[in-house]
């Protein structure tokens, strides 16, 4: 197969046995380098792809992705959009946030729209008194919530089948000593009456009708109850709900989300723009309400999750970058060893920018091996991380049953192993340049 001429000899070069022993451990060095940071980085990056996954799920799996205030203000809305017969007729047959929400799930990136009311509470056992944030929700639309998939015991259904029933996280049915069928007594600090003995904090005692586990800390901050009756803890007429949450197909498009929400709030005369979804029901949204997103709360925690991740890859990027330039070693060596070979090719006709490229080609070579190796090496790895841990016995997080959460991108190997071929081919200008710079009279006046 025809080669060129310079492509031929770095690779006959890539292949000598002739050189000497010690350049032939740079060598070896500067490719098992290339290879095990390939192989870490590729590993180390998949795991941290796991952990930032397993946060977006079990976090803003629970965390609204964009929240709709004061959605109890809006009836007067739809009830005076004379060109709306449909919200009209919503209106006025069904709750407030009805009409409301129909028009959001024409949305582009909405999947799921569910109505909800919020309090801060205090939960109190036999056992322990905690903090926590109670939520009021209809269980016929949180059917998709990674709640209603994570129940441990019980079922999300018994807050509407039940009077005065609640479901908590097993974190904080550990701290209280309940179970299933157990009571507790719900207060809010916020909500007070007046009885002979003075003014005292609002409360009820509520059957434990589930218990969840989605693995965070909402398992021991949040608390469901069903918004009938956690209305008439607030005291709110009706079904009490001032608030809907958006859950979108990437909690990263919130923003996008809510731009386009603002386009709707602020069209000119309730008239559709193109920029809206065409449908009756979202071509305008009342003045009256407000949005918030996700990153509002929990953006810190994601911002930290991002930065430590850029962090590994450039830590591990340094280990692949001291091994490729390992091969600016072992090229210049080989340039030394060569002189002869080289003046001899410029005699014959041999260009510099020919030589340039013997060399590259031949660095190039040894990077190659590292880069491929250490790719097959750290995908293979990658896939059977939790299976090589178990077999060792290690435990990494030093309780329970260790299984950690790998997700491997391709996209990210791609960029590992064109960040690794850069690297390589860098080492190799210096030396080639100093090849190309061999004087043959000198060198050959010497042999």
């Known amino acids: 197969m025809f080669q060129p001429i310079s492509i031929f000899i770095g690779l006959r070069y890539s292949r000598s ?3 000497t022993g010690f350049v032939s451990f740079i060598t070896f060095f500067s490719i098992v380098g290339i290879l095990l940071g390939v192989t870490s980085l590729i590993t180390v990056v998949s795991v941290m792809n796991g952990f930032e996954g397993e946060l977006k799920k079990r976090i803003l799996g629970i965390v609204p992705h964009v929240v709709i205030n004061d959605v109890d203000k809006v009836q007067s ?26 028009g959001l799930l024409e949305f582009p990136h909405v999947l799921h729209v569910s109505p909800f009311l919020e309090s801060e509470a205090l939960i109190q056992s036999p056992s322990g008194l905690q903090g926590v944030l109670m939520q009021g929700i209809e269980p016929i639309y949180e059917q998709n919530n990674i709640i209603n998939q994570d129940m441990v015991i019980g079922s999300l259904n018994s807050l509407s089948e039940q009077p005065y029933t609640i479901v908590v996280g097993q974190s904080l049915a550990r701290q209280l000593k309940v ?37 965070s800390q909402v398992d021991e901050s949040m608390v469901y109850v069903s918004n009938k009756y956690g209305a008439k803890l607030l005291r709110r007429k009706g079904d009490g709900i001032d608030k809907l949450r958006l859950y979108l197909d990437d909690a990263f ?28 029901l979202a071509s305008s949204l009342p003045q009256e309400i407000t949005f918030s997103v996700w990153s509002e709360s929990q953006g810190v925690l994601f911002s930290a999750v991002n930065m430590e991740k850029n962090m590994m890859w450039l830590m591990l990027s340094l280990i692949v970058a001291v091994a490729a330039f390992n091969i600016v070693s072992a090229l210049v060596m080989v340039v030394i060893d060569k002189q002869g070979e080289i003046a001899i090719l410029q005699t014959l006709g041999f260009t510099r920018a020919g030589v340039v490229k013997i ?8 990077g190659l091996w590292g880069i491929i190796l250490g790719s097959v090496f750290g995908v293979l790895l990658t896939l059977n991380l939790n299976s090589i841990i178990t077999m060792l016995g290690v435990n990494l997080l030093g309780v329970g049953v260790q299984h950690l959460p790998v997700e491997l991108v391709l996209s990210d190997v791609f960029t590992i192993v064109l960040s690794a071929l850069a690297m390589s081919f860098i080492a190799t200008l210096y030396p080639a340049y100093k090849a190309s710079t061999t004087l043959p009279a000198e060198v050959l006046r010497n042999e």
């Open 359 to 366: 060399f590259i080609t031949q660095g190039m070579v040894n």
């Open 77 to 102: 809305f739809y009830a005076a959009n004379e060109n709306n017969t449909q919200a009209k007729r919503l209106s006025s047959t069904s709750p407030s946030w009805q009409p409301l929400r129909q």
């Open 253 to 280: 498009h919130a923003n996008t989300v809510v731009k386009q929400l603002l386009l709707a709030q602020q069209a000119p005369n309730n008239k559709q723009t193109p920029a809206m979804p065409q449908h009756h």
């Open 17 to 19: 046995r002739s050189r």
């Open 179 to 215: 179970t299933l069928g157990d009571e507790v007594r719900l207060f809010l600090p916020n909500k007070s009456v007046f009885t002979p003995m003075g003014r005292i904090p609002v409360q009820r005692v509520f059957t434990v009708g589930g218990i969840f586990n989605v693995g």
